[in-house]
């Protein structure tokens, strides 16, 4: 699979990245991961879990790809066709803030989004997304509505969502991710959290 490091793009073979997670028990995987600030913090807060950061733009992950921590790691994919070298590991999955074709493919339970992640994740893994009223507004949907069309489709794939919150300016100000601060300081700070595990 293809990772990157600053600009230096790294074909990673499974051999190379089983000895990567070797020490690590879990895997935390940040999907739509954009520059991927939020995988970097989740790295630094958590040592003994291994973060990767998943995005299908490579230009927004130069600068935090530079990162020199060794459970850190970028994967230059589309959600909709997750790498094989992945399969089975996954044990927590963020998806924050999607937009385009990511969110896209949340609204419509796009079998190629929902197997891929059914492929790459354990038997008892765990799931926050985060959705944004303004990403939503833009595919036609109110930020309610489409929140509840994405549990629906999530429930539908075997997860149990069991957890609603409302994200307000102040918690997305205190987000570590880029797009929180982003959509703190911008016209519409409403993002609703909806957590879950496979059942
Ligand atoms: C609004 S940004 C959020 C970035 C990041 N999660 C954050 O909180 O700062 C949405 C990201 O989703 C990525 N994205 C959209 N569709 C995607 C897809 N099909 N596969 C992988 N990434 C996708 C975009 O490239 C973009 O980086």
Request: contains cysteine; proline residues 4%.
């Amino acid at each position: 699979m293809e990772t990157i490091r600053g600009r230096i793009s790294l074909d990673l073979d499974l051999t190379g990245l089983y000895a990567r997670l070797a020490n690590y028990s879990r895997i935390a995987l940040d999907l739509g991961t954009g520059d991927g600030k939020f995988a970097l913090c989740h790295a630094q807060s958590f040592p003994g879990h291994f973060a990767i950061g998943v995005d299908s733009c490579r230009e927004n992950l130069h600068e935090h790809s530079r990162a020199n921590l060794p459970n850190l790691l970028y994967v230059i994919a589309s959600a909709q066709s997750l790498p094989r070298e992945l399969s089975g590991l996954v044990s927590h999955i963020t998806i924050n803030f999607p937009w385009g074709s990511l969110l896209g493919s949340l609204l419509t339970g796009d079998p190629q989004l929902i197997n891929g992640l059914g492929s790459v994740l354990r038997p008892d893994a765990t799931l926050d997304v985060r959705l944004n009223g303004g990403a939503l507004a833009e595919l036609g949907w109110s930020l309610e509505d489409g929140v509840e069309r994405i549990r629906e489709n999530l429930e539908a794939a075997g997860w149990r969502v069991d957890y609603r919150a409302v994200m307000d300016s102040r918690a997305l100000r205190n987000f570590p991710s880029t797009w929180a601060k982003r959509l703190a300081f911008g016209r519409d700070p409403r993002a609703i959290q909806l957590s879950g595990c496979l059942e």
